[in-house]
């Protein structure tokens, strides 16, 4: 897939409009297009490639031109890909000319129309399509890279449907035809589970709703987009598997030895990946960890028990190093299976509400985001208010805390032997003995 990057041709000085061009990039090849638009670069911003709105009112009418354009060199150049070449550079300023009205003639030869005789051109809204994408840039900087990609996914999935089916995609064809044939589209086409259908068309709502505020549609009724969630299964381990890891042999790979250490300091403190890799020196505060989550942006304050302590001075110093959420996750399915957390586990998946069961062991599925769940499953079993908790692990709701209390099956036991003490086991005869109901036989005599 080719990459589309804008900057400007001369970013200095700040107060002297220049050029935007685009950079296609594919298979080593870059082709630049000026895009018939000039800017100060004050007004610009360069990481988010967009034009800045603060002081420029016309900031949100070029980003969407620009969105459009985008799109259009993107199509053009998945039309060429499709047809077997790769589009020139011509081809591709082409595809982002504006199409002109041409004005009528006026009747007779050699003469020259009147000044009213000559039709304006008409005003071209962007597409749907279009419009979502301009939505999700204006999102860059408000809102998780996650959910950015997210609506580039969901925005790949309405083009392949389009090109699928055929369908005319507009705000005024988001019908409950649109809706059967689209989900359909996503069961069968990129086969997708129950749970991501439900979150592409989260995305499109959000984006609809978006759509109404601004005027774009008058339509209303995008809530009934819907497909039912699945509650996914949550992974956690025992103290006994974080013992485990604790324990590992790990001094011939310093890397799985970084990535074990960065897996328990998540493990102690409850931290997501993204504040993992965020904390800082200042963030330390005594006994206490207390930083602003990057996903909720809510204060949180984590008392550290002696072990987190230990790990977060060998972070500062530089001991212990981040590293990329993939490659952390990669290194610790290696760390889980030489720590032998070969305990199976069931996985279901749902695809149009009919379950697909899978087995895999524990280290096959182990993640970053394992040990925030293990922090609040274990903080729970030792007995820990839900309150407390959540305050600490920064949960705004219990609904959503609530699919992190996942106790594991010895809190069970070891809670129900605290009240009725240890059951001791029926031997084997006399369990047949008592099934059966009979008398137990006879000694028999000398």
């Given at each position: 897939?080719?990459?589309?990057?804008?900057?400007?041709?001369?970013?200095?000085?700040?107060?002297?409009?220049?050029?935007?061009?685009?950079?296609?990039?594919?298979?080593?090849?870059?082709?630049?297009?000026?895009?018939?638009?000039?800017?100060?670069?004050?007004?610009?911003?360069?990481?988010?490639?967009?034009?800045?709105?603060?002081?420029?009112?016309?900031?949100?009418?070029?980003?969407?031109?620009?969105?459009?354009?985008?799109?259009?060199?993107?199509?053009?150049?998945?039309?060429?890909?499709?047809?077997?070449?790769?589009?020139?550079?011509?081809?591709?300023?082409?595809?982002?000319?504006?199409?002109?009205?041409?004005?009528?003639?006026?009747?007779?030869?050699?003469?020259?129309?009147?000044?009213?005789?000559?039709?304006?051109?008409?005003?071209?809204?962007?597409?749907?399509?279009?419009?979502?994408?301009?939505?999700?840039?204006?999102?860059?900087?408000?809102?998780?890279?996650?959910?950015?990609?997210?609506?580039?996914?969901?925005?790949?999935?309405?083009?392949?449907?389009?090109?699928?089916?055929?369908?005319?995609?507009?705000?005024?064809?988001?019908?409950?035809?649109?809706?059967?044939?689209?989900?359909?589209?996503?069961?069968?086409?990129?086969?997708?589970?129950?749970?991501?259908?439900?979150?592409?068309?989260?995305?499109?709502?959000?984006?609809?709703?978006?759509?109404?505020?601004?005027?774009?549609?008058?339509?209303?009724?995008?809530?009934?987009?819907?497909?039912?969630?699945?509650?996914?299964?949550?992974?956690?381990?025992?103290?006994?598997?974080?013992?485990?890891?604790?324990?590992?042999?790990?001094t011939d790979a310093p890397a799985l030895a970084n990535a074990r250490d960065l897996f328990l300091l998540a493990c102690y403190t409850g931290l997501r990946y993204s504040d993992l890799v965020s904390v800082r020196p200042e963030h330390r505060q005594g006994n206490n960890l207390r930083l602003r989550a990057v996903k909720t942006r809510e204060l949180v304050t984590i008392p550290l028990r002696p072990a987190s302590g230990v790990l977060l001075d060998r972070l500062f110093a530089g001991e212990v190093h981040n590293i990329s959420n993939q490659k952390l996750n990669d290194y610790l399915k290696e760390v889980g299976q030489r720590a032998q957390l070969n305990t199976l586990v069931e996985r279901v998946r749902y695809r149009?509400?009919?379950?697909?069961?899978?087995?895999?062991?524990?280290?096959?599925?182990?993640?970053?985001?394992?040990?925030?769940?293990?922090?609040?499953?274990?903080?729970?079993?030792?007995?820990?208010?839900?309150?407390?908790?959540?305050?600490?692990?920064?949960?705004?709701?219990?609904?959503?805390?609530?699919?992190?209390?996942?106790?594991?099956?010895?809190?069970?036991?070891?809670?129900?032997?605290?009240?009725?003490?240890?059951?001791?086991?029926?031997?084997?005869?006399?369990?047949?003995?008592?099934?059966?109901?009979?008398?137990?036989?006879?000694?028999?005599?000398?």
């Open positions: 897939m080719a990459s589309i990057t804008l900057f400007l041709k001369n970013p200095t000085p700040v107060d002297k409009k220049t050029p935007i061009i685009a950079r296609l990039a594919h298979g080593g090849i870059k082709t630049k297009i000026y895009l018939g638009i000039s800017i100060e670069p004050r007004q610009w911003q360069q990481d988010e490639q967009l034009v800045k709105s603060r002081g420029n009112a016309q900031a949100g009418r070029l980003n969407l031109i620009l969105a459009a354009m985008r799109t259009r060199l993107e199509n053009c150049f998945l039309d060429g890909v499709a047809a077997g070449f790769l589009p020139t550079a011509e081809q591709l300023r082409q595809a982002i000319e504006p199409e002109v009205a041409q004005p009528e003639r006026a009747r007779g030869v050699g003469t020259r129309p009147e000044p009213e005789a000559i039709a304006e051109p008409a005003l071209v809204r962007p597409s749907l399509l279009d419009e979502f994408i301009a939505w999700n840039e204006q999102l860059r900087g408000r809102m998780r890279p996650a959910t950015l990609q997210t609506n580039t996914t969901c925005i790949n999935h309405l083009r392949g449907f389009m090109a699928r089916t055929g369908y005319l995609l507009a705000f005024d064809t988001l019908t409950p035809a649109f809706d059967a044939k689209f989900c359909n589209y996503l069961l069968t086409v990129p086969k997708l589970t129950d749970n991501a259908i439900a979150k592409n068309l989260i995305r499109l709502n959000c984006f609809l709703r978006y759509a109404h505020a601004q005027g774009l549609t008058e339509r209303r009724d995008f809530e009934r987009l819907k497909w039912k969630h699945q509650t996914p299964d949550i992974l956690v381990l025992t103290r006994h598997e974080v013992q485990a890891l604790e324990q590992v042999e790990l149009s509400g009919r379950p697909e069961n899978q087995t895999f062991t524990k280290w096959q599925l182990l993640t970053c985001h394992t040990a925030r769940r293990t922090f609040v499953t274990l903080a729970l079993e030792q007995g820990i208010p839900n309150q407390i908790v959540m305050q600490v692990s920064g949960h705004k709701t219990f609904s959503a805390f609530s699919r992190y209390i996942n106790l594991a099956q010895s809190a069970v036991t070891d809670a129900f032997e605290a009240v009725y003490g240890q059951i001791e086991s029926v031997p084997p005869a006399a369990e047949e003995i008592a099934m059966r109901h009979e008398e137990p036989p006879l000694p028999k005599h000398c």
